[in-house]
């Protein structure tokens, strides 16, 4: 791997006296595809929404690349100038758009000439194998090829940085075991970083190189995920069913 | 007999549901007192001079000069009230569904008061205020607003300061509903001013536009203002015709256009919010937040402006015309009758109106055919039926011989007529606040045992409490304040307060006008107040 990509700090975020995030540092690698694992409410997904800008950390700094994005209170960078493709959890398709409609409005905020647009947007759509939905507007669509969508939306402005906040969570097994696979083979042919942000240990192990696992606000291990790392998670589910 | 044929033999007769009779029911009344006379004033405007049928009437629209005149003003009072309410109302809702702006709650509700005030009694305080012998005239020593304030101009203008509300509540419901996601999404590509223009303002612009149809049918309905501000619409000359001319068939013939645009508009609102019309709630995750900067300081006195000119100055105005409390009490006295009527009338049929609408709300939220959407749609064109359009086909319908006519003769014609116009949207309100409650609770009820009537008794009803205490306060409200249905059906010798308000204009001290309509103001006023205190929530709802 090569050398940081993505950075935490210390990064500590309150609402109010509840703590979500307990001075966080983490690291992530130019190209690498890290898990964020963890139980409902543990902090993961304000973790991704600080790196997005969509938060602002009470302290603690968030680097992107070798630029300081937010530091203690306030975001040097606005989230559209970070560079970074976000998929929700819900997808947040824009239900009035059509897809390539959707498309182009990420291209025209990117300044991206007009000529330009039209070739881009075929190119992603076939890359996510939805050429035919372009017209479509997502209501249209079934749970796997909104999905699809989604990650068109995230990819064609050519981000350096992508963040999946439990994006197959609501997609039966067979759809997403398949959904998965593709996605790891596109992560690993773009060459893009990754956070993904899951509850779900074998989505984790599926599609990332590293794990790192959350509790209460807090990093609670990282490791490699191969065969050792099954053995670990594994253990760690032991671990949760003593203590229910 | 064949196999089959004896098996239908065999059938044994099932005895309809109880849940199937009382819907029935309610649905049998519905039609009968708010569908009916739109479909006798639809039939009359089918029907030529000798009885049969003919389009004579809506060629007669398009040729003749004075019905294109008519046609015309109507349609630019409507137009041009839609128009100004959405410019007034529509940031205002964004403004409170985003802003941080200062007690927002008290803001809201006040706000929404100048929806309930009847606009004849915003009319009657812009007459105290630019009339001739107004107060601007009395300060400067002469005429200074008299042409203007009675003017098509003056109109519009009195009607959107009473009509904005609806477009700044359908902007702020929709504003709420829009999930923040989708907004988030865009502002990782884009500006926040573009995400505006091109997220936000799409997906709330459904909403905005049937307001501004529900605010075009309102402004194309009214016959208060049009009538005070001497502005010749369809609505007063409907009235003139039937109560100065005693001429019937004019009247109807002058309410068919009304009827048609009003249907238009009716059609128009469902197919652009659809569903939508009976779902509430809000995103689960909030929209984002509008930060004002600098421009907090101009958006709060933006809104002290608009409830300046809606609220205090008609208030205030009225008061000053009033001059001495003492003028209040002796106006109670005079008008003690209309007064107690008015309270009876508009008590009486509230309940009647929930009574009936809680059936329909519940039966629209359960329904499961594709029945609802035109269900949805007979709702929203009824509502969209202008009073005295209501009011005529009442009169074709019930003026008849037999029980009809007594029912006609009596104090029971105003509720038909309440009934006949507040049902609709009623049911609309009840029908978004039983479609929150979970089938599952009824389902409970039935497997423990429970019929269908006791488990609407004991399990639904409780839940729709709040609903059912929000829409009373709604019926009464309008009911209280009807006007143009109430002025022709109204039995001889019996009056309400507003026609008392609208016949006493013409000749009466203005301090006694005035002294009337404030109490009638006050007596609306209060229980929204109520409503804003102890039915948190509730507000939100309406």
Same mark, same amino acid.
């Given at each position: ?244 | ?60 629209? @398009? ?81 200074? @607003? ?213 059936? @329909? ?68 309100? @009840? ?112």
């Amino acid at each position: 791997m090569s050398e940081s990509f993505l950075r935490l700090i210390d990064v500590t975020k309150r609402y109010g006296e509840r703590v979500i995030l307990d001075s966080v540092s983490l690291e992530v690698a130019a190209g690498e595809f890290v898990a964020l694992l963890g139980p409902s409410g543990c902090g993961k997904t304000t973790a991704l929404r600080l790196i997005a800008g969509l938060e602002t950390p009470d302290a603690g700094e968030v680097w992107i690349e070798d630029k300081r994005v937010a530091t203690g209170g306030h975001n040097l960078a606005p989230p559209r100038a970070r560079c970074i493709g976000f998929v929700f959890q819900d997808l947040a398709l824009w239900p009035h758009l059509t897809i390539a409609g959707s498309l182009d409005f990420v291209l025209t905020c990117a300044k991206v000439p007009k000529r330009e647009r039209a070739g881009r947007i075929t190119e992603v759509l076939r890359l996510m194998r939805i050429e035919r939905f372009a017209g479509s507007h997502p209501g249209q669509l079934s749970g796997g090829e909104q999905q699809r969508a989604a990650l068109a939306r995230a990819l064609i402005g050519r981000p350096r940085l992508l963040l999946l906040d439990e994006p197959m969570s609501s997609l039966d097994a067979d759809l997403k075991t398949d959904l998965l696979k593709e996605l790891t083979g596109l992560q690993r042919s773009l060459g893009i970083t990754a956070l993904y942000v899951t509850h779900d240990q074998s989505e984790a192990r599926t599609v990332a190189h590293r794990i790192i696992s959350m509790r209460e606000g807090r990093i609670e291990q990282a490791w490699v995920a191969d065969e050792t790392a099954n053995e670990f998670v594994t253990q760690l589910e032991h671990k949760k069913t003593e203590l229910v | 007999m064949s196999t089959a044929a004896t098996a239908i033999a065999r059938r044994p007769f099932i005895w309809p549901s109880a849940r199937a009779i009382v819907l029935s029911i309610a649905a049998i009344l519905f039609v009968a007192l708010c569908v009916l006379p739109t479909l006798y004033m639809l039939g009359v405007s089918l029907a030529g001079a000798d009885g049969g049928f003919s389009l004579d009437n809506y060629r007669h629209l @398009l040729t003749d000069a004075r019905q294109r005149d008519l046609l015309l003003s109507s349609s630019l009072l409507g137009i041009g009230t839609a128009a100004l309410a959405t410019i007034i109302g529509a940031p205002l809702g964004l403004l409170l569904a985003r802003a941080d702006l200062p007690a927002k709650r008290f803001l809201r509700l006040a706000l929404v008061v100048p929806l309930v005030i009847p606009p004849y009694i915003l009319g009657l305080a812009w007459i105290y205020i630019g009339g001739s012998a107004g107060l601007l005239a009395r300060v400067y020593g002469r005429d200074l @607003l008299s042409s203007w304030t009675y003017s098509l101009t003056g109109a519009v203008i009195t009607l959107s300061l009473g009509f904005f509300p609806l477009a700044m509540l359908a902007t702020e419901a929709a504003a709420r509903r829009v999930s923040a996601h989708l907004e988030e999404a865009a502002l990782l590509v884009g500006p926040p001013h573009r995400v505006l223009r091109r997220i936000t303002l799409p997906l709330i612009a459904p909403s905005i536009a049937a307001s501004i149809f529900i605010i075009f049918v309102l402004a194309l309905s009214e016959f208060g203002v049009p009538g005070l501000l001497r502005v010749p619409v369809f609505t007063t000359e409907v009235f003139t015709a039937f109560a100065a001319l005693y001429d019937f068939g004019a009247a109807t013939a002058l309410a068919v256009p009304l009827l048609v645009l009003a249907l238009t508009a009716g059609i128009a609102v469902k197919l652009l919010i659809g569903e939508r019309m009976i779902t509430t709630g809000r995103s689960t995750h909030a929209g984002l937040p509008l930060l004002l900067g600098g421009w907090r300081a101009l958006a709060i006195g933006a809104v002290g402006l608009v409830l300046f000119l809606s609220l205090g100055l008609p208030l205030t105005v009225l008061a000053v015309e009033v001059g001495r409390i003492e003028r209040i009490v002796s106006a109670i006295k005079t008008s003690s009758e209309a007064i107690a009527n008015s309270l009876l009338l508009a008590t009486i049929g509230a309940t009647l109106i929930i009574a009936l609408a809680v059936l @329909l709300g519940y039966g629209r939220a359960r329904a499961r055919t594709r029945l609802r959407g035109l269900v949805d749609l007979v709702f929203i064109v009824v509502f969209a039926v202008p009073s005295t359009v209501v009011g005529i086909g009442l009169i074709g319908l019930w003026n008849r011989p037999g029980l009809p006519g007594e029912i006609y003769k009596s104090m029971a014609i105003i509720l038909i007529a309440y009934l006949a116009r507040f049902v609709p949207v009623a049911a609309l309100i @009840l029908a978004a606040s039983a479609r929150q409650l979970p089938v599952s609770s009824e389902e409970a009820a039935e497997v423990a045992g429970a019929g269908w009537l006791r488990s609407f008794a004991r399990i639904v009803l409780p839940q729709l409490r709040n609903g059912l205490a929000a829409a009373w306060v709604v019926a009464f409200i309008f009911a209280f304040g009807e006007l143009g249905a109430t002025v022709l059906v109204s039995p001889p010798g019996e009056s309400t307060l507003p026609v008392r308000i609208y016949t006493m204009i013409a000749n009466t001290p203005s301090s006694e006008v005035a002294a009337l309509a404030l109490m009638q103001a006050s007596i609306i006023i209060i229980p929204l107040a109520l409503l804003g205190v102890f039915g948190r929530g509730q507000v939100d709802r309406l």
